[in-house]
């Protein structure tokens, strides 16, 4: 089972970025896809879920309102839009892959590789 998370990079201060994950298989209908980071020097931590069959979504509450969970089905893919980007966002970003609605890291059993965001003032 291998997620492939891409889409980091540098930016400035509100600035906007969309970070992609994928899959070497289908993803099934009662998945649950979410996206965690990991800042320097700290712990990993949620960020942003969603349901694969469905629209309901959460958010942590450092990014509600600036960052939006999504998935298309078609081409088997979960996006991370980050708009009104801050330094404290820089991180490296995972995708994760579970079946419990959950915002522990524990509930997700499949990990990508992480992909980096730097946002400069």
């Known amino acids: 089972v291998q997620l492939q998370a891409s889409g980091g990079g540098l930016v400035q201060a509100g600035e906007s970025l969309r970070l992609s994950c994928t899959a070497s298989y289908r993803f099934y209908s009662s998945a649950v896809m979410a996206w965690f980071r990991q800042a320097p020097g700290k712990d990993r931590e949620f960020v942003a879920l969603?349901?694969?069959?469905?629209?309901?979504?959460d958010y942590a509450d450092s990014v509600k309102g600036r960052f939006t969970i999504s998935r298309d089905s078609a081409k088997n893919m979960v996006y991370l839009q980050m708009n009104s980007l801050k330094p404290d966002d820089t991180a490296v970003y995972y995708c994760a892959r579970g079946s419990q609605w959950s915002r522990q890291i524990g509930a997700y059993n499949s990990w990508g590789q992480g992909t980096l965001v730097t946002v400069s003032s």
């Open positions: 969603t349901r694969w069959s469905r629209t309901s979504t």
